[in-house]
Each structure stands twice: as structure tokens, then as C-alpha cells.
């Protein structure tokens, strides 16, 4: 008796058949189903001539112990080729705390850059003309406050906001979903991000207020379309609450952006992107009557999957991570940040984070697949893949649909408890053997220790220190004036942006904004579930 | 019947990064284990007065911010005052070699970096608590 033939699946669980042929695509209308790159759907890419006409954004994720260490960083990174900025804050920054709360204790500076005032981002910025650098800052529950942080230190450059091109995360459904940094509870958090979506529908209309992302809820575990679905559904609720705010649909839709992870499954991860495209082409055209091409156009950030990274064998991490970028161009991505190699064990070190840059390098000018856009479009199973991937998130999408959106389904705990169990499959696959990460659970061999960046505790005393002298210079009545206005804006309806600015421009510390709105939102307590 | 280990899974300090610690406590569920998971955003204390009030025999905390070094010993000076010394302290994440070895010497029982296995694990539990 003939032995069953082994099983391949992607990453994801889907199944890979023997071959791929002119037959999986019955039923594919190039026209409906693929267009032109440049062409509704975009199924094949926004622009007409994608990296022929301009590279993707080669746009480093950086930030760590201090903002002046920080700033040296950019200078580096921009100096070695890097045509973008993008700040990671530490986790007191991330939460809203100042470094000197009681909880930041051991965190200050470990993750990320700390900024706590508009002095902070002052000197995180220095020397970086912000109307001619873009930069995109990953921060989410605080993001109205550390976005107006930004827009006040381009104020003193002198830069006129509407040349201001950048992007904001500030996505906080995916923090409940799963990142996990919340501070308020999902209402009042919904409500500051339609501020600032409608801030800048007003005074930034080249930066985008939201990147929302699906790169933490993959990192979370779950599966590619899952990261799909939830990710565009997060998108449509973003969408409803703007519209419920008043604003037209192409108002503000083109500014929408996204982030998507660059995970290891390189065919899944390429049909992800083109499926992402598909759907919200036809979201914004059908469901939402968008006229603009621009939004209908989903624009994307990928980095690669710093959950694939090992602490075996290192060194390993530069092919991971270079053969995920590739998905990443070959997918159409906008703005890429490559991992560096030590990223299992601590923040990236100057020599490791250059071979990640060098990787994004190598890609755009040495392989060719720049020349024409979509170059995998047409390939059996790609298109297939892409169908598949399409009507799975679509079911997704429905389901949350009849949920009452993406909020009840968050109460009701289902986008947690499908990446809880997608995570947990996957474990065992790795602890079976079934699925193999080299060097991990196969080709294990002796490994030489590497060069890690430290960080250590003076970031934190360095902090309070300047703190301290900010809390003594500044104008303390100008200060609470500026936050008891936040409290009654925060209590009312008017949108809080240009009270957070003010705040803000009085040195303001961000523990101290966003205590004031804690005061009016409360708290978010997770309910914990495994 | 024998009556199961209990293990209090814990997440301490500002660190949102759940996966682990969430996968670590339903492997040791699915291996027979009562495991209390007792969500983010736990201070030491917080974690401390958890484990006395669930009579845990084993405490796992998941700390991939590297404000280990700050969190860990607190947490042992705290099992100390309380008189909670033989409650096992385990600790999963991101801890370079050198940390480990130093937290080993303060009394946690075990650390585990990225790539152990969830069967490591639980064979090191089993075999602490009955030791």
C-alpha cells in the first residue's frame, strides 16, 4: 500500500498542492481579480510603476537609553543610506508614565527611546530638519501627545505642518487585540484617535495619522489571515468612527496607512500583501462610495518577523530576515525595516542594525526585482494563494461584521482567543518537530557569544535628572492651566489635539497629560484569559 | 490521586508581550498543572500576594523588557519576608547568560531563554516541586 503523501502547509495551515496550474486558476478575471498595477484593485501594486519610478522607504525602527543616544543613532542611520526615520519609545513612554514613576523603575530606556517632555523629543530630534525628513513614530495609547510633542519642535524649525510627511501608529485596537499597551479603555481611546484623524484631515494632510498594523498581532501568533482580517477590520472601524464624526470619506481615507509583518512563509506572505490591496480597494469603492483613487489605495510599512528570530545560531537571522524582505518588495510594500541578526537578545547593536540596512540595500540594487512591479503576478500559485487568502480574511470580516464590529468582538474576547490558539498550534508544531527552526529544534551546533548593545541604569537616573530641572524651570501655573483646559476638552466633545499642544508647549510632561486624561477615561483592566 | 503542582504565571512589570507566558500556561495546564495566570501589569507585590493566596508551589514570571535585574530580586526579598521561601521562582524570557547566572545565585530556580521547550519546562517543574 502506496504511503500517504506528507501534508505541506504554509506556515498558516493552508494547504500547498502538488503542483500549480492553469486549472487552480479557473475562474481568476484578470481584469475584476488582478487590474494593472496602478489600477483598481491593485491587486498588483498602487502605482503604475512601483520601484521603477521610486524605491520603497528603507525606514529603521531605532530608539534606546537616552534621547541624546537616540539622535546619535539617526544621525548613523541616515548617514549610512537610510531614507527614513521611525522612533521606538520605551515602555514608560509607551504606557505614559514618567521615568520617574514608580513603575518605570528598570525600564527606562531598555526598549526604546524615553521621551517624557517636549525637551525629549527636542533633542531627539536635533539637527533632523523635520520638513524634509519623514519620520513615523511607533506609539499608540499617547500617540496624540507625543505626535503634538513633534509637531511643536517642527514649529520651532519653523516648518509649516502641511509639509510635514510622517506617520503615527496610533493604532489601538490592535494594542487590546495584542500588544497589550493600553491606557484607557477602548471608547475614550477610539475618541482621541478620531481627534487626531481629524487634526490632520485639517492641518497635516501629507502625514498619516494611523498606521494600522497587523505586524503585532502576527507577532502575537496568529496566522496570516488572521493578521489580514483583523488588521483591515480594525481599518473599517477606524473608518466608521471618523465618518460618525463627521468627516467625508475622502477626507481623510487616503491618509489611512498600514503595517504588515514580513513573516517566513514567503508565497503566504506576498499573496497576504496583494489580498490586503484587493480588499480594501473594493471596502473603500463598495462599502464606503470612496471617489478618490487615493483612497481606495492601501499603503503599507512591513517589517520583517522578529518573533522568527532565534537566540541559537544568530548569525542565521540575517537570512531569515533578508528572505522576508524580499517578500516584502516582492509584496509591494512602501516603507520596510529589516531585523537586525541580535534582536533575540537585546536591541540592535551599530554593526548588527548596518547589516540589516545594507540587506534593504543589497535588495533595491543589486537583485533586480525592482525592475518591474508585481514580478511574481501571473505565477500559479501565487494567484491561487491570493484568492484563497482573499476569501478566508473576507469570512473573518463578516464574522466581526456580525459581531457589531471590531469592539464587541474584542469585548466578547474573540481576535484574543483565535491568536491564543493559532500561537499554541504552532508551539507544538515547533516542540514535535513537525515544523523546523533551524538551528533551534534541528541542525542545533555550538554557538559563538556576540556583541550586544547595553543598556544600563543611568538611562534612568539620566532621565529623572533632566526632569527634575524641567519640573524647576518651567512655568508651573502655565502648566496646570494648560491641563485643567485638556480635562474640560477631554470631559466635553471638542477634540483634544490642540489642548494636548498647548500642554505640550508648556513642558508639560507626558506622565502629567496623561494622568489628566486617566482622571476623565479611566483605566483599561484586561480581563485575563489564557 | 496525587494533587497537582500549582504554578502562578505572571507577568510583571510594563512588558505587554503575552505569547509566551500565555502558551507556557496552557502547556502546563495540558501537563496536569493548576495554573493561575495572573494577566499583565503586575508589580511585585501584586505577584507575591497572588501566589500566597493560591498556594502555588511554583511562580513563573515572563520578563522580555530586560527590567528583570530590577523586578526579580524584589520579588524574592518579598517570598523571603513572607516567609514564602520554598515557593519555586522560575523565570522565562529575555535574560542574557550572564543575568541568569547571576538571578540563579539570588535563588531562582531556573531561567528560560528563547528556544526551550514547553516539555523542558515541565519536566523541570515536576521535578523541582518534588525535590
Known amino acids: 500500500m502506496k504511503a500517504a503523501e506528507r501534508q505541506f502547509t504554509t506556515i498558516s495551515g493552508v494547504p500547498i498542492e502538488p503542483v500549480y496550474g492553469p486549472e487552480q486558476l479557473a475562474g481568476l478575471d484578470p481584469q475584476r481579480d488582478l487590474g494593472q498595477p496602478g489600477e483598481f484593485p491593485y491587486t498588483r501594486g498602487i502605482h503604475r510603476d512601483m520601484y521603477r519610478g521610486r524605491l520603497w522607504t528603507m525606514r529603521q525602527f531605532s530608539g534606546f537609553a537616552t534621547p ?7 544621525h548613523y542611520l541616515l548617514e549610512q543610506g537610510q531614507t527614513g526615520l521611525s522612533v521606538a519609545f520605551d515602555l514608560p513612554t509607551l504606557m505614559g508614565y514618567d521615568p520617574d514613576h514608580a513603575l518605570s523603575e528598570g525600564e527606562v530606556g531598555k526598549c526604546g527611546a524615553p521621551v517624557c517632555s517636549l525637551e525629549d523629543m527636542e533633542i531627539l530630534f536635533r539637527g533632523i530638519p523635520l520638513g524634509d525628513v519623514t519620520v513615523s513614530m511607533t506609539i499608540n495609547s499617547p500617540a496624540s501627545v507625543l505626535w503634538a510633542m513633534y509637531l511643536a519642535v517642527a514649529e520651532q524649525q519653523g516648518v509649516d505642518w502641511a509639509r510635514l510627511s510622517g506617520t503615527l501608529q496610533n493604532d489601538i485596537l490592535k494594542e487590546y487585540i495584542a500588544q497589550k499597551e493600553y491606557i484607557f479603555p477602548p471608547r475614550p481611546s477610539m475618541r482621541l484617535v478620531t481627534d487626531t484623524i481629524e487634526f490632520g484631515a485639517r492641518h497635516t494632510p501629507k502625514f498619516n495619522p494611523i498606521s494600522i498594523s497587523g505586524y503585532h498581532i502576527r507577532e502575537a501568533g496568529s496566522t496570516a489571515v488572521q493578521e489580514l482580517a483583523f488588521t483591515l477590520r480594525d481599518g473599517i472601524e477606524y473608518v466608521d468612527w471618523a465618518l460618525e464624526r463627521g468627516l467625508a470619506i475622502d477626507e481623510f481615507a487616503p491618509r489611512l496607512s498600514f503595517f504588515f509583518n514580513a513573516h517566513s512563509d514567503f508565497f503566504e506572505e506576498i499573496a497576504k500583501y496583494r489580498a490586503a490591496r484587493k480588499i480594501w480597494a473594493h471596502v473603500m469603492r463598495d462599502r464606503y462610495g470612496a471617489q478618490l483613487e487615493r483612497s481606495h489605495k492601501l499603503r503599507f510599512h512591513a517589517q520583517t518577523a ?87 480574511a473576507q469570512d473573518y470580516i463578516d464574522r466581526i461584521d456580525g459581531m457589531g464590529g471590531m469592539i464587541p468582538a474584542i469585548d466578547s474576547g474573540f481576535p484574543q482567543s483565535e491568536i491564543a490558539a493559532a500561537s499554541y498550534r504552532y508551539q507544538r508544531e515547533v516542540e514535535s518537530g513537525e515544523r523546523v527552526i533551524v538551528g533551534v529544534n534541528r541542525f542545533q551546533s555550538d554557538d559563538q557569544p556576540i556583541e550586544l548593545l547595553q543598556i544600563d541604569e543611568t538611562a534612568g ?22 491641563l485643567d483646559a485638556l480635562k474640560l476638552a477631554a470631559e466635553g466633545t471638542e477634540n483634544t489635539m490642540p489642548r494636548i499642544l498647548d500642554a505640550v508647549r508648556a513642558y508639560a510632561t507626558l506622565g502629567e497629560i496623561c494622568d489628566a486624561l486617566r482622571g476623565v477615561f479611566g483605566s483599561y483592566q484586561e480581563k485575563a484569559h489564557i | ?95 542574557p547568560d550572564e543575568d541568569a547566572e547571576a538571578l540563579k545565585k539570588q535563588g531562582v530556580a531556573a531561567v528560560f531563554q528563547p528556544g526551550a521547550s514547553l516539555d523542558s519546562i515541565v519536566e523541570f517543574i515536576r521535578s523541582a516541586v518534588a525535590a
Open chain 1, 68 to 74: 541624546e543616544e537616540t539622535n546619535r543613532r539617526y
Open chain 1, 306 to 392: 522578529g518573533c522568527s528570530l532565534t537566540w541559537q545560531q544568530p548569525y542565521n537571522n540575517v537570512v531569515r530576515t533578508a528572505l522576508q524582505a524580499m517578500a516584502a518588495v516582492l509584496g509591494g510594500a512602501q516603507s520596510l525595516h529589516t531585523n537586525s541578526l541580535d534582536e533575540a537578545y537585546a536591541l540592535p547593536s551599530e554593526h548588527a542594525v548596518t547589516i540589516a540596512l545594507r540587506t534593504q540595500q543589497v535588495l533595491a540594487y543589486e537583485t533586480g526585482v525592482t525592475g518591474t512591479p508585481d514580478p511574481l503576478g501571473g505565477s500559479y500559485f501565487l494567484e491561487r494563494l491570493t484568492l484563497e487568502t482573499e476569501r478566508a
Open chain 1, 461 to 482: 537616573s539620566h532621565q529623572c535628572a533632566k526632569l527634575a530641572a524641567l519640573r524647576k524651570r518651567r512655568d508651573q501655573s502655565r502648566v496646570q492651566k494648560s
Open chain 2, 1 to 95: 490521586m496525587p494533587t497537582p503542582i500549582r504554578v502562578l504565571v505572571a507577568k510583571p512589570g510594563l512588558d505587554g508581550h503575552d505569547r509566551g507566558a500565555k502558551v507556557i500556561a496552557r502547556a502546563l495546564r495540558d501537563a496536569g498543572m493548576e495554573v493561575i495566570y495572573t494577566g499583565l501589569r503586575q508589580t511585585p507585590e501584586m505577584i507575591v500576594n497572588a501566589a500566597l493566596q493560591e498556594d502555588v508551589q511554583v511562580i513563573g514570571l515572563s520578563i522580555l523588557s530586560g527590567a528583570h535585574n530590577a523586578i526579580v530580586p524584589r520579588v524574592l526579598e518579598l517570598l523571603r519576608e513572607k516567609d514564602m521561601g520554598d515557593v519555586k521562582v522560575i523565570i522565562g524570557g529575555i535574560v
